[in-house]
């Protein structure tokens, strides 16, 4: 069974920061890519941050700088260190292969007060 769980959103003011978990299936984790995902209310859903299995990470523009991307291989988690967050960084954010699988946890809302 595919799971992707993602926990430790909430609701921080502008300049504060966040860590997100996510608790993947070995079958979905293992030798793969992983990333974060995010959608925003309106907007298309984007990757933000990837790792590959050996370590190398890579980051959208929008987030370089500000967050750091980590993977736990013995827990298969991934995790997302958020600092300096911004309003629009506001959204949903998903853990999922890169390229993205058709499977999809329930993400956690990060919400980002001006």
């Known amino acids: 069974q595919v799971q992707l769980v993602e926990s430790g959103g909430g609701l921080v003011q502008a300049g504060g920061s966040l860590r997100l978990s996510c608790a993947a299936s070995?079958?979905?984790?293992?030798?793969?890519?992983m990333g974060w995902y995010r959608q925003a209310p309106g907007k298309q859903r984007e990757l933000v941050a990837q790792?590959?299995?050996?370590?190398?990470?890579n980051y959208a523009d929008s987030v370089k700088g500000r967050f750091i991307i980590s993977r736990d291989s013995a827990q298969s988690t991934v995790s997302l260190q958020m600092t300096n967050l911004k309003p629009e960084d506001t959204a949903v954010y998903y853990c999922?292969?890169?390229?993205?699988?058709?499977?999809w946890g329930q993400g956690t809302q990060v919400t980002v007060s001006s």
């Open positions: 999922n292969q890169v390229p993205r699988s058709e499977y």
């Open positions: 070995r079958s979905i984790f293992s030798g793969n890519v």
């Open positions: 790792i590959t299995s050996g370590g190398f990470r």
